[in-house]
C-alpha cells in the first residue's frame, strides 16, 4: 500500500448553487451524485481505489458536495472509507442514497472496469434510478 500523498485528494469540479441545496430523498442525492460526476475529469478519476477518499471513486467525489456532507456523508479519518450514521462502505452508500447494498455495490465497486469514467457511473446512476421507479 502506498503512503497517502495529499496530491492524490484533486480539486472538486465547481460547486454550484444546487450543490448547495439538501435533496429531499436519497434518489434525489444519486441524480445530484451523477450531475456532479458529468463534470469530473477522466484523468481525475480511478474507481480502482479502494480508498473513495483519494482522486478516484464516485464515493470519494461524493464527500466533495457540500450537502452531501451536511447531511452527513464523510470519509473516515483512518481509512478514508465513505461513512454515514454508522455505516461503512457499501452500507453507508445504502443507507444514504436509498438504494439496496447489492445496488450500491453494482454502482460503486472497485470491481467494475478500472477504466470506467465518472460519466459511466453518472450514467449507471441515471440507468438505475429508471429502473427503480417504473
Known amino acids: 500500500m502506498a503512503p497517502f500523498d495529499s496530491a492524490d485528494y484533486a480539486p472538486a469540479p465547481a460547486i454550484t448553487p444546487a450543490h448547495l441545496a439538501r435533496p429531499a430523498s436519497g434518489h434525489d442525492r444519486l441524480r445530484m451524485l451523477a450531475t456532479f460526476l458529468d463534470d ?6 480511478d474507481i480502482g481505489f479502494y480508498w473513495c477518499g483519494t482522486k ?12 452531501f456532507r451536511a447531511a452527513g456523508w464523510l470519509l473516515s479519518d483512518r ?56
Open 40 to 45: 469530473v475529469p477522466p484523468e481525475k478519476f
Open 79 to 134: 481509512d478514508q472509507a465513505p461513512q454515514y450514521q454508522g455505516y461503512v462502505s457499501y452500507d453507508a452508500a445504502s443507507a444514504f442514497f436509498g438504494i439496496t447494498v447489492d445496488e450500491a455495490y453494482d454502482l460503486f465497486s472497485t470491481c467494475n472496469p478500472e477504466n470506467i469514467t465518472a460519466q459511466e457511473v453518472a450514467a449507471n446512476i441515471r440507468s438505475l434510478l429508471e429502473r427503480v421507479s417504473t
Open 56 to 67: 478516484g471513486c464516485a464515493m470519494g467525489w461524493a464527500a466533495s458536495i457540500p450537502s
